[in-house]
């Protein structure tokens, strides 16, 4: 594999998001490099999610440009949007599978959409997906009929359908056990490693966040701005932190 | 992703010989894999070669490898279950991280058990399954219709979870809210029944009878059936919908962990509102549709208003609206039953809420129809 851990896959600028009037957040600019893991933080209520529907194109921001590679995303159209979407994979926080579709044909619908892939060809590569998130021979269940946890993987399987540059995570280890929490954890290090795949993440596990994190920036509820900005195992050791953004990577500890 | 830029094969390729007298098979694959690209040919020539009786042993290698993604990783899994299922020697020579993804992705499934078998799918199984289905469907309806009693029963003892505020609000929703919809259709209704009589009874210059026709029509069946037809589809189907929706995001269920019977919560009030307000909606659809008939008797036909309201009142009999009501109360019970019954027993996906709806419509209309059938023969043979 090659690595060019210079290219920068998205570039923030000056982001302002939130809702009709209400500003959640201010002047939030980072940049996610290739092969970079990269973590949103903060508390509830202080817009994560909302800077990530923002990263997604499903919002716009109140004011801010957003790059990826050379695209300006929230500048040209929807389909210049939908065009930049496809090289990304998103795993939505309660997994959001297709409740009348089984596992198989969940991620098979994107490669039937996007590819020119047989159908028995389309298949082999869902099943290998759903292998890679641990769910092998699940692949003709229906997500009503499998835990909470595993249409979590479910979902991370079919992110991983057409085997994104760039993968959104909302929420990926909540609500999953600790043994599955840290093979979530170490698939997304082998998927950084071998397909060089970016990631976005929106966590509050903090084991998890010291594992993996290469990167992070920590939004403040209070002054509605980036307060910290570099890889969490540093920030949490670094006196120099802001109190807000230690007390959160040390569970209230400071 | 990037590619190398001294690419040496812009596709995807595999060489494949064998050594050692034919029994070991040397793989090596290189080049660019990317999804969506079709197979190398030479790929299909490897899985050949593995059905090779001679080959006993196989050896995977990456030579030149520049840039690959996950449909690689496809092909040598199936490279390798090939090989696994003839009991072949497997031995990779390949890079660390595809050699940690493939191991994942051979991992054995949780359980051998797991994988759910393909069902039958064919004419007479589907036949068959259905006949044996039909049965068991209807003792679960009488077991619904059970569970209705008794907690119209804990009802009656003051035990009942039902809200008032439950209540009051779907009798506003389906019998006040559905009014502008009553009143188009019964008018409309009653015009037409006015211009159909028209048509016929002037050739025996008996114009005036319109009004009795219209009058018995409306009265008797046709306003109880305008209500029921807009109704199933109205109110049948939001029942269905709310009841089947809140069952996939499992509020039913937690209705009764809390120990609150969901028939008491969401199927009752539905029950008694519909069931009250179905004959009132009739008595308005009636009116409504004389009144249709009465615009058209007056202004296009001349007749005095006077005389037609006359009319309407000397040729139909009280007991007319008596009947009418026995429908309406009847298609209101049927309707709320449909509706209720399909959504509460509703599968837990998207797909079966939309079934569910359709099927709820569905059944209302054809319980509406058959209850009509029942109605008036068992009129026609008391004389009613």
């Known amino acids: 594999m090659l690595q060019q851990e210079c290219e920068v896959r998205i570039c923030a600028r000056d982001l302002q998001v939130g809702f009709d009037g209400r500003v959640l957040m201010r002047h939030v600019s980072f940049d996610v490099r290739a092969g970079e893991i990269f973590c949103i933080m903060g508390v509830s209520g202080s817009g994560k999610s909302s800077l990530l529907r923002v990263l997604m194109g499903l919002k716009a921001p109140q004011a801010g440009r957003i790059f990826y590679g050379d695209t300006d995303f929230w500048g040209g159209d929807q389909e210049a949007r939908r065009n930049v979407m496809r090289h990304a994979g998103v795993l939505f926080q309660g997994g959001a599978l297709w409740s009348s579709m089984t596992l198989a044909e969940n991620v098979g619908l994107l490669l039937q959409q996007y590819t020119d892939m047989e159908e028995q060809e389309i298949r082999e590569h869902a099943l290998l997906k759903l292998a890679l998130a641990g769910l092998a021979g699940f692949e003709d269940y229906y997500p009503s009929e499998i835990s909470g946890g595993m249409r979590k993987r479910a979902g991370l399987a079919r992110a991983l359908a057409l085997d994104p540059r760039i993968l959104f995570l909302d929420e990926p280890s909540a609500g999953l056990d600790p043994v599955s929490g840290r093979m979530l954890d170490d698939l997304i290090l082998e998927l950084r490693e071998t397909l060089n795949t970016s990631f976005v993440i929106v966590s509050h596990e903090l084991q998890s966040i010291f594992a993996i994190a290469d990167n992070s920036v920590y939004l403040d509820v209070q002054s509605r701005s980036v307060t910290a900005v570099g890889r969490p195992a540093d920030l949490a050791r670094d006196p120099e932190t802001e109190v807000n953004a230690r007390r959160f990577l040390t569970r209230g500890k400071v | 992703?990037?590619?190398?830029?001294?690419?040496?094969?812009?596709?995807?390729?595999?060489?494949?010989?064998?050594?050692?007298?034919?029994?070991?098979?040397?793989?090596?694959?290189?080049?660019?894999?990317?999804?969506?690209?079709?197979?190398?040919?030479?790929?299909?020539?490897?899985?050949?070669?593995?059905?090779?009786?001679?080959?006993?042993?196989?050896?995977?290698?990456?030579?030149?490898?520049?840039?690959?993604?996950?449909?690689?990783?496809?092909?040598?899994?199936?490279?390798?279950?090939?090989?696994?299922?003839?009991?072949?020697?497997?031995?990779?020579?390949?890079?660390?991280?595809?050699?940690?993804?493939?191991?994942?992705?051979?991992?054995?499934?949780?359980?051998?058990?797991?994988?759910?078998?393909?069902?039958?799918?064919?004419?007479?199984?589907?036949?068959?399954?259905?006949?044996?289905?039909?049965?068991?469907?209807?003792?679960?309806?009488?077991?619904?219709?059970?569970?209705?009693?008794?907690?119209?029963?804990?009802?009656?003892?003051?035990?009942?979870?039902?809200?008032?505020?439950?209540?009051?609000?779907?009798?506003?929703?389906?019998?006040?809210?559905?009014?502008?919809?009553?009143?188009?259709?019964?008018?409309?209704?009653?015009?037409?029944?006015?211009?159909?009589?028209?048509?016929?009874?002037?050739?025996?210059?008996?114009?005036?009878?319109?009004?009795?026709?219209?009058?018995?029509?409306?009265?008797?069946?046709?306003?109880?059936?305008?209500?029921?037809?807009?109704?199933?589809?109205r109110v049948g189907a939001a029942y269905a919908a709310l009841t089947g929706t809140m069952r996939v995001n499992e509020e039913v269920d937690a209705l009764s962990a809390a120990g609150i019977y969901p028939v008491d919560f969401l199927v009752l009030p539905r029950v008694l509102a519909l069931t009250a307000m179905t004959p009132l909606l009739t008595l308005y659809a009636d009116i409504m549709g004389i009144a249709g008939g009465y615009l058209v008797g007056v202004t296009m036909m001349g007749l005095n208003p006077y005389e037609y309201l006359n009319a309407t009142v000397q040729m139909t009999p009280f007991r007319h609206v008596l009947v009418g009501l026995v429908y309406g109360t009847f298609f209101g019970v049927i309707i709320a039953l449909s509706g209720c019954f399909h959504g509460m027993r509703c599968g837990r996906s998207a797909g079966a809420v939309g079934l569910a709806v359709t099927t709820a419509v569905v059944h209302a209309l054809v319980g509406i129809i058959l209850a009509t059938a029942v109605i008036t023969v068992v009129c026609t043979v008391l004389g009613v």
């Not at chain 2, 790929?43 to 196989?58: I, K, N, P």
């Not at chain 2, 003839?86 to 493939?102: K, Y």
């Not at chain 2, 006040?176 to 009589?197: C, E, M, N, Y």
């Open chain 2, 1 to 233: 992703m990037q590619s190398n830029p001294q690419e040496v094969a812009a596709h995807a390729s595999v060489q494949a010989e064998t050594r050692k007298q034919g029994r070991l098979l040397h793989v090596s694959v290189c080049g660019l894999w990317r999804m969506g690209d079709s197979l190398p040919a030479e790929a299909h020539f490897v899985l050949q070669c593995l059905t090779d009786a001679r080959v006993r042993e196989l050896s995977l290698n990456a030579d030149d490898l520049h840039h690959w993604d996950t449909s690689l990783l496809v092909f040598l899994v199936r490279v390798i279950r090939t090989a696994r299922k003839r009991g072949l020697t497997v031995s990779l020579n390949l890079p660390e991280g595809l050699t940690r993804l493939l191991s994942l992705a051979l991992s054995a499934p949780a359980g051998a058990d797991v994988v759910r078998r393909q069902t039958d799918e064919t004419f007479l199984s589907t036949l068959g399954g259905r006949a044996l289905a039909l049965l068991p469907d209807i003792a679960d309806f009488f077991y619904f219709l059970g569970e209705i009693v008794a907690s119209f029963q804990r009802l009656i003892l003051g035990q009942s979870h039902m809200r008032l505020q439950d209540l009051m609000a779907i009798v506003y929703e389906c019998g006040v809210r559905a009014l502008p919809i009553i009143s188009l259709t019964s008018l409309l209704f009653g015009l037409i029944l006015a211009f159909v009589g028209w048509v016929q009874l002037t050739q025996f210059g008996a114009q005036v009878y319109v009004a009795g026709l219209v009058g018995i029509g409306m009265l008797r069946i046709m306003g109880a059936m305008m209500v029921g037809v807009v109704m199933s589809g």
